[in-house]
């Protein structure tokens, strides 16, 4: 085996890790095109991967996961900290050495017969200074290929790591994919990620969720910088100025479709543009002239494939149509093509469906992509990817934006009053749950879109924020803002168009970044004047009376929900920073 690096922790490390795991041999991942494209050829004649076809989707490829294994498993995502408050009440825990015992024993063998891959990568443009190292050792190419395309994967990880201990380990092993032992396990005080039992996206791409939130935001917390569940795109405006927006939704609520969003025809024509950053996750930190800057620490996107289409995020479809990966979505046999519900009104006839069944879309009642459905796309693919893309020092921050799926209760836009304020705003974020997580349709409190991936109590990570913010001038701290683009009138239908139209909220925010537009004081924060959001060229889907509504604060309903919010304070046991506190006391007197 040829060894990429001779850092004695990582060496060490991996010798323990291969001992225990026992496989046939070892394939250190150089991040050549050479050796991507002989991993590509096993995996198709194994079946892992399907090839496409290759003048339609040249360098695409369908995975099909065990059908058990189609999302995230946060009823068996544990942090693993010496105490239990350390992971606070939102984590399930489990003490790091039982932890280590149960998924060794697992782990334990599991690559008898297989390979092992050492993956080493840099989580952010390799050598910049918001950049960390990770080394992920897998038993699965899938796992390879994708970590190729959504992180920065090769040698010259290891030539900017030098002898530093300062990396991430990851253990994935495939084991059986079977769903009672499967265990995706957080070590922060150890910067240690260990994940049995799954071949699926974020349970098993450890740069992803396990390391860049979930161990990150513990870094961040000991390291005086956030990682965020965050999109970044930048707006161009027609002098040609950008200014940048971080957005946090949970999952599968609308952070690819914003970060590539399309502006409205009006817009266009005055020459609007909307440039794309990231899509999932952001790392922030404040720079040397006192703002804060963001970068995407991810370099390709693991986007919700159904619903994506020509018209809702053109710029998504257009990322997809070359090295891309699908995962679950239906097989056309036709035109050995790929197909979701939701990407145009003409599903395949002769077809083969997520479960990998015969399928004929015109007459099956069953969906044929799974609604959690996923492309891992290169983002250099991406039309509207942002010339700062590899900026190491990322772009500087004016807006934090927070929002969820809300029928009810939510207003359109609204502003926090000040910087603790938004903390506040951010941590009574509530929403209908999603595909991505299982049970689709639930409300649940998702405070900054990181229920499922804070790695520490999240009283203290809110205390965090309050305390980044006491380190920023009020004039050049981020304003924040609460969005919902999901609420429903009577009849159950979307009130506000969304996608595109989305710009328009945004145009607003920006406007007030700048002390331009006006607003209303409300209980919950500053709402538009219903005049101040453009509405040229939707007038006659959005009239001026279904903006007001949707802009509407409704006092009883916020007075149920500020008991909600004190409901889930309690649950921290006194830990709620006091400035949140006050914040929930003021909402709940103007309320009465
Ligand atoms: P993760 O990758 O899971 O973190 O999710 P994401 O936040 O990037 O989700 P994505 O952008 O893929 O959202 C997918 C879902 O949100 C699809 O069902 C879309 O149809 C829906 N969606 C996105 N934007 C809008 C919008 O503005 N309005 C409405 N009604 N639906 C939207
Ligand atoms: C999410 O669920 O928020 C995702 C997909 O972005 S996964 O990588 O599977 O977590
Ligand atoms: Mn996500």
């Known amino acids: 085996m040829v060894e990429l690096t001779r850092n004695p922790s ?6 323990e890790k291969l001992k225990l795991v026992k496989p046939d041999r070892v394939v250190w991942i150089d991040g050549s095109e050479e050796q991507l494209a002989k991993l590509r050829e096993e995996a198709c004649a194994s079946g892992e991967l399907h ?12 995975h099909r996961t065990a059908l058990n294994d189609v999302a995230r498993v946060e009823h068996r995502t544990f942090i693993c900290t010496p105490v239990k408050e350390m992971a606070g009440p939102t984590n399930n825990w489990m003490a790091p050495d039982e932890a280590y015992a149960l998924l060794e024993g697992i782990a334990k063998n ?11 990568y840099s989580m952010g443009p390799v050598g910049s200074p918001f950049s960390k190292a990770g080394v992920e050792l897998t038993d699965s190419i899938y796992v390879v290929l994708n970590m190729a395309i959504m992180t920065r994967v090769g040698k010259a990880v290891f030539d900017v790591l030098g002898d530093s201990e300062d990396w991430v380990r990851g253990l994935h092993c495939r084991c ?3 769903e009672e032992q499967r265990y995706i396990c957080q070590f922060p005080q150890d910067n240690t990620i260990i994940s049995v039992n799954s071949g699926y996206g974020g349970n098993v791409l450890l740069g992803k969720k396990c390391f860049a939130l979930r161990i990150a935001s513990y870094q961040g917390w000991k390291e005086s910088w956030l990682a965020e569940h965050m999109l970044i795109l930048g707006v161009e405006n027609p002098q040609g100025e950008v200014k940048y927006i971080c957005a946090a939704f949970p999952s599968a609520c609308g952070k690819t479709n914003l970060a590539m969003l399309i502006p409205p025809e009006s817009y266009r024509k005055k020459g609007y543009r909307v440039w794309c950053v990231g899509d999932d996750i952001s790392w922030i930190r404040k720079g040397a002239d006192g703002r804060l800057y963001a970068i995407n620490p991810e370099n390709g996107f693991f986007g919700v494939a159904p619903g994506t289409n020509e018209k809702s995020n053109p710029n998504a479809l257009a990322s997809t149509k070359q090295g891309t990966i699908f995962t679950n979505v239906v097989l056309n046999n036709d035109n050995n093509t790929v197909w979701w519900e939701g990407l145009d009104k003409n599903p395949p006839a002769n077809a083969i469906d997520w479960k990998g069944n015969a399928w004929d879309g015109t007459v099956s009642g069953e969906k044929g992509a799974h609604p959690n459905s996923r492309f891992t796309a290169p983002a250099k693919n991406c039309p509207c990817v942002s ?3 590899e900026n190491p020092q990322g772009v500087p921050i004016s807006a934090f934006v927070f929002g969820g799926r809300r029928a009810k209760l939510a207003p359109l836009v609204y502003q926090a009053f000040d910087w603790n304020h938004g903390v506040f705003v951010g941590s009574i974020m509530a929403s209908e749950t999603t595909a991505a997580a299982g049970a689709v349709g639930v409300v649940r409190r998702d405070p900054m879109a990181m229920l499922p991936f804070c790695g520490y109590n999240m009283a203290d990570y809110w205390q965090h924020w309050i ?4 380190t920023l001038d009020a004039e050049k701290a981020p304003k924040i803002f609460n969005v919902n683009w999901f609420r429903k009138d009577e009849e159950g239908n979307f009130m506000w168009p969304g996608f595109g139209d989305n710009l328009r909220v945004l145009d607003w925010i920006l406007e007030r970044c700048e002390g331009k537009a006006q607003a209303d004081e409300t209980a919950i924060g500053f709402i538009p004047k219903a005049e101040d959001i453009n509405l040229e060229g939707i007038e006659n889907e959005v009239s001026l009376a279904s903006l007001k509504a949707m802009l ?3 006092s009883a309903l916020w007075r149920t929900e500020a008991e909600g919010i004190a409901e889930f304070y309690a649950r921290f046991e006194g830990k709620v920073p006091s400035e949140m506190q006050a914040s929930l006391e003021m909402l709940r007197s103007k309320l009465a």
């Open 10 to 15: 990582v060496l060490k490390w991996l010798e």
């Open 51 to 62: 090839k496409l076809n290759e003048e339609l989707l040249p360098g695409c490829y369908l």
């Open 110 to 120: 599991s690559y008898i017969g297989r390979t092992a891959y050492v993956i080493p």
């Open 176 to 178: 059986g994919i079977v």
């Open 387 to 389: 010339s700062e893309f």
């Open 467 to 470: 305390d980044i913010g006491a």
């Open 552 to 554: 509407e604060v409704d």
